[in-house]
């Protein structure tokens, strides 16, 4: 079975500055996604950032990035010029690639605080 | 993004009753939904999975005949959770994925269950 790895429970960042975010998985598929979900206090689930495992260029989407070591099944993300609305829980996520009725397996989230 | 949404927002009601929580998908069609529970400061525990016009594939520990699921179209998927007790209490997410899409569920808003 898959599984999802987010070893740190809390993390926290002065304001404009960098963090990154540790997660790891386990699978012995070959295709699949990854991706992190941010869930600020009114608890929506709101996307970050997607990487598809075949692709082996890092994702980024403007401040946020991931460093995607397939082999290592390490996937963390990278928070740069961090504002205080980046405070949140951040979970990792994996599912297969080209299955629909695939749901989301998560890791147990890292609360994310800035500091002003 | 692909949006859905979910209501109500917020339910309280007593001890012994039923509530139905509504999951939409509101720009997409999802042959499959999800559903999970997230317990406070802890991650989302998948519940089951919603297939269009078939039964849901329930987790195990989770009880199909407490947790009774419909997905009568592709745009709807129903919760319903009879004879509710206060070990009840969640918090409640749909979640639909676009299978056109590279792979990432879209969340509903979440439906916060009270029972007294």
């Known amino acids: 079975a898959q599984t999802v790895t987010q070893s740190q429970p809390e993390m926290s960042v002065q304001e404009a500055e960098t963090v990154t975010l540790s997660c790891t998985y386990d699978?012995?598929?070959?295709?699949?996604?990854l991706f992190w979900y941010k869930q600020p206090p009114s608890r929506q689930m709101i996307l970050v950032i997607r990487?598809?495992?075949?692709?082996?260029q890092n994702a980024t989407e403007n401040r946020f990035s991931v460093n995607f070591q397939k082999a290592a099944k390490s996937f963390s993300l990278k928070i740069s010029d961090s504002q205080l609305g980046d405070a949140a829980m951040y979970f990792c996520a994996y599912t297969l690639q080209n299955s629909g009725n695939t749901p989301l397996v998560f890791g147990k989230g890292t609360r994310l605080s800035v500091i002003a | 993004g692909a949006v859905v949404s979910q209501h109500p927002s917020r339910v309280i009601c007593k001890s012994g009753t039923s509530v139905k929580i509504e999951c939409r998908s509101l720009?997409?069609?999802?042959?499959?939904m999800f559903w999970y529970r997230q317990f406070p400061k802890q991650s989302l525990m998948l519940m089951a999975t919603s297939n269009e016009g078939s039964k849901a594939t329930y987790e195990q520990g989770v009880e199909k005949d407490k947790f009774l699921i419909n997905h009568a179209s592709l745009t709807l998927s129903t919760l319903t959770v009879t004879s509710a007790h206060p070990e009840d209490s969640s918090f409640y997410i749909c979640s639909a994925r676009d299978f056109g899409g590279a792979g990432e569920q879209f969340f509903g808003p979440g439906t916060r269950l009270t029972v007294l």
């Open positions: 990487q598809e495992a075949y692709k082996q």
């Open positions: 699978t012995s598929e070959s295709d699949y996604y």
């Open positions: 720009d997409f069609q999802a042959t499959t």
